[in-house]
C-alpha cells in the first residue's frame, strides 16, 4: 500500500499497531506534546483528534514540531515514494538527498526541474508540507545527527560537514529539529551504550536497545551487541573511525534484504582497480563533488548493512549515503513489492525463493550510461573485460583507498581517448565516445531527478543507443520500479521457464499486470533463467557439454534495437575478451 494513497484511518490503524513497514513515509505529529514519531513509536497511541499526519519530516519542523527522542524518527530509511513518483516532487527529493540545493542552492534545483524558485517552493510546499530550503535543512539535520552520533568530530566541523552555513545556524537546527544541543545528543550516545551494555549482561542475547528503535529497518537487535553496536541502534550509526575523513554508518532498510543478490551482481560486473567484492561485502571508489572518495558495503551478523567510507571531504557524506543506499536500492518497500508481485502465480515461486529482491542502482549515472553501452550484444564477462581495460588506460590513479588505486575514466578522457583503447565496429565506438562527449559538454543531461519521458527521449536521440539502453539506463538511474525489458533474451528465458510468454509482445502484454513494480518482477525473471548445456569443443569432434548461467547471456543489451537476440556460451566469451567484434544494431 502506497502510503500517499493512504486514508486518516488506515494510517491511523498502522500506527496504533506500531507497523515498522511505514516508517519513513510519513510522520505522525502529535498536538498535545509537539513532536513528531515514526509509525513504529513504541510510545502510547496519541487520541486521533491530536493526530496530524505528515509526508516528510520537513514538513513537521515548518509546522512546529520537534523529533521524538525516543523512536528517533529521522533514523528510519527513505521513502520508497521518491522512486515509485516521477512528478516534480519524487524528482525534487531525489536531487535534493544529491547534494543539489548545498551545491546550486534552490535556483539550480529549479533551473534542473525547469521551474522559476518561487513556482517550485509553492508547489513542493502543497505537495509535501515544506519547500526546497526546509527539505534541504531537514537534510542536513539528518546528516548532523549521523555525524553526532557516528563520529568523535568536534562540533563545528559536524556543522560544516553537514552543510551548514555556520556554527550558530547548526546548534540552532539541531535543538529546533530534536529538543536537544547537539553535546546533549551526542552524550545521549553514550548513555544508550552503557544501556545497551547492561541489558546484554543481564539478558544474555535477549532483545537489546537497539530493538524498540528500528534502527535497521528490519526490527531486529540482539541483546549481546557490544556497546559501540548499542549506539549504533539508537544513533543509526557506530563510533567513527579514528583516521581523519573515515567513517563508518548502518544504513537502515525495510524487511528482507537479498544480500546474496546484490553481492553476486556486482560480483559479476566489478571493474578492476574500481571495485572489489566478497560473498558478503562491495567496495568501490568514486568521484564526489569534494574529492575522490571510497566506500564499501557489508552486511554485519545482526544483517545490517554497514557503509565504510573514506572522504576527501566530509561534507560529501550525505552525497555518499544517498547514492549507497540508491545503489542498493535500501529505501525499497520490500514487503508491498513481494505482496504484490506474490499475487500472480508464476511469480509466486520465484518471490517465495527470493524474499526481498532489489534492483540495484547507480553509483554515478554518466558511468552507468557507458557501462551498459560498452555491453552491448556481448556478456556480462567481455563488457567487464572491456571496461577493465578501457579504465586501466584512461582512470585517473588515486592513493589511499588499498587495492582500489583508480576512479572510473571520465566521460572527457572517453571522449577523447576511448578511441585508442575500445575495440570493435568504429560505428560502435563512435557511438560511445560520442555519448561521453556528450555528457561531457552538458548537450546530453543524465541525472537522478530526470523525467522520466524526456530522458528516455533524450537518450533514444543519440546514436548508439535503443529502447532496451534507454530503458535499462532508467532502471538503474532513475530507480524507476516500473520497467519492463521486453526484448532482453535473459528476461524472456527466465519468463519462458516460468510459464509466461516468451515472445516479446506476449511478456509485454503479460508484464503489464505487475505495474507498478515490474522492474522487480525483471529482476525475478533474471535469477529464474535456468542454467542449461550446449556443446563446445564440435571443431575436434568431441561435444563436451559446458553450463550456461544468467551471466552468460548478459542482460547488459543482448538485444540492441530489438535485434535478434544472441547468447554466447563460455567459449564465446572467451573469444570476445581476446577481439571482441559485437554487431551492435544501433549503431548507423
Known amino acids: 500500500m502506497s502510503a500517499a494513497s493512504m486514508t486518516f484511518d488506515e494510517r491511523y490503524r498502522a500506527i496504533d499497531a506500531r507497523d515498522a513497514r511505514f516508517d519513513g513515509q510519513f510522520v505522525t505529529a502529535v498536538r498535545s506534546t509537539g513532536i513528531y514519531c515514526r509509525p513504529s513509536c513504541p510510545a502510547r497511541t496519541p487520541k486521533p483528534g491530536n493526530v496530524t499526519f505528515y509526508p516528510t519530516s520537513a514538513a513537521a519542523h515548518e509546522a512546529g514540531y520537534r523529533a521524538c527522542k525516543r523512536c528517533l524518527p529521522e533514523a528510519a530509511p527513505g521513502s520508497p515514494e521518491w522512486n515509485l513518483r516521477g512528478d516534480v516532487a519524487g524528482r525534487a527529493m531525489r536531487l535534493i538527498a544529491d547534494g543539489v540545493v548545498e551545491r546550486e542552492g534552490v535556483p539550480g ?17 502543497s505537495e509535501l508540507g515544506a519547500g526546497p530550503l526546509a527539505l534541504a535543512r531537514a537534510q542536513r539535520a539528518h546528516t548532523a545527527r549521523m555525524l553526532l552520533v557516528a563520529t568523535d568530530l568536534p562540533a563545528s566541523d559536524v556543522a560544516f560537514s553537514a552543510g551548514f552555513a555556520s556554527v550558530r545556524q547548526f546548534n540552532d537546527t539541531v535543538r529546533e529539529v530534536f529538543g536537544m544541543s547537539p553535546i546533549e545528543l551526542r552524550a545521549r550516545r553514550a548513555r544508550r551504550a552503557r544501556a545497551g551494555g547492561a541489558a546484554a549482561r543481564g539478558a544474555g542475547g535477549g532483545l537489546g536497545a537497539g530493538a524498540g528503535f528500528g534502527s535497521t529497518g528490519t526490527g531486529t537487535g540482539t541483546g549481546a551487541r557490544s556497546a559501540d553496536a548499542a549506539g549504533e541502534a539508537a544513533g543509526g550509526a557506530s563510533t567513527g573511525a579514528a583516521t581523519p575523513g573515515a567513517i563508518e554508518l548502518v544504513l537502515p532498510h525495510r524487511g528482507p534484504l537479498d544480500a546474496d543478490g546484490l553481492f553476486a551482481w556486482m560480483a559479476a560486473r566489478a571493474v578492476t582497480g574500481v571495485e572489489s567484492v566478497t560473498a558478503h561485502s ?64 508464476e511469480l509466486a515461486p520465484l518471490v517465495a525463493r527470493v524474499p526481498g529482491i532489489r534492483v540495484p542502482g547507480a553509483a554515478d549515472p554518466h558511468e552507468m550510461l557507458i557501462r551498459a553501452m560498452i555491453g552491448q550484444q556481448v556478456t556480462v564477462t567481455a563488457a567487464t573485460t572491456a571496461l577493465s581495460a578501457l579504465t586501466d588506460a584512461l582512470g585517473e590513479r588515486v592513493d589511499g583507498f588499498g587495492a582500489h588505486d583508480r576512479l572510473f575514466p571520465t566521460m572527457t578522457a572517453i571522449a577523447e581517448h576511448g578511441a585508442e583503447v575500445l575495440r570493435g565496429p568504429a560505428a560502435r565506438i563512435r557511438a560511445i565516445t560520442g555519448a561521453a562527449a556528450a555528457l561531457a559538454d552538458g548537450s546530453l543531461v543524465l541525472t537522478t531527478g530526470d523525467d522520466r519521458v524526456a530522458q528516455r527521449a533524450a537518450l533514444l536521440a543519440m546514436p548508439g543507443i535503443g529502447p532496451w539502453t534507454a530503458d535499462y539506463v532508467r532502471m538503474r538511474v532513475l530507480g524507476d520500479p516500473d520497467i519492463t525489458l521486453p526484448g532482453d533474451v535473459a528476461v524472456r528465458a527466465g519468463a519462458a521457464a516460468s510459464g509466461i510468454p516468451g515472445d516479446p509482445r506476449g511478456f509485454e502484454a503479460w508484464a503489464a499486470r505487475t505495474a507498478p513494480w515490474r522492474s522487480y518482477a525483471t529482476a525475478h525473471l533474471w535469477r529464474a533463467v535456468p542454467p542449461r548445456s550446449v556443446a563446445i569443443g564440435r571443431s575436434r569432434g568431441a561435444g563436451v557439454a559446458a553450463p550456461v548461467t544468467p551471466d552468460d547471456i548478459s542482460p547488459i543489451d543482448p538485444t540492441v534495437g530489438d535485434a535478434r537476440p544472441t547468447c554466447q556460451p563460455p567459449h564465446a566469451a572467451r573469444t570476445a575478451r581476446r577481439a571482441p567484434r559485437p554487431t551492435p544494431q544501433e549503431t548507423p
Do not use: K
Open 282 to 345: 562491495f567496495a568501490r571508489t568514486i568521484r564526489l563533488p569534494g574529492g575522490p572518495a571510497w566506500f564499501s558495503l557489508r552486511l554485519d551478523d545482526a544483517g545490517r548493512v554497514r557503509l565504510s567510507a573514506r572522504l576527501t571531504h566530509l561534507s560529501d557524506l550525505p552525497v555518499l549515503v544517498a547514492r549507497a543506499r540508491r545503489l542498493f536500492d535500501l529505501d525499497a518497500d520490500p514487503l508491498a513489492v513481494d505482496a504484490a508481485l506474490s499475487a500472480h502465480p
Open 109 to 125: 534545483l529549479a533551473a534542473r526541474l525547469g521551474y522559476s524558485p518561487r513556482h517550485l517552493t509553492r508547489l513542493l510546499t
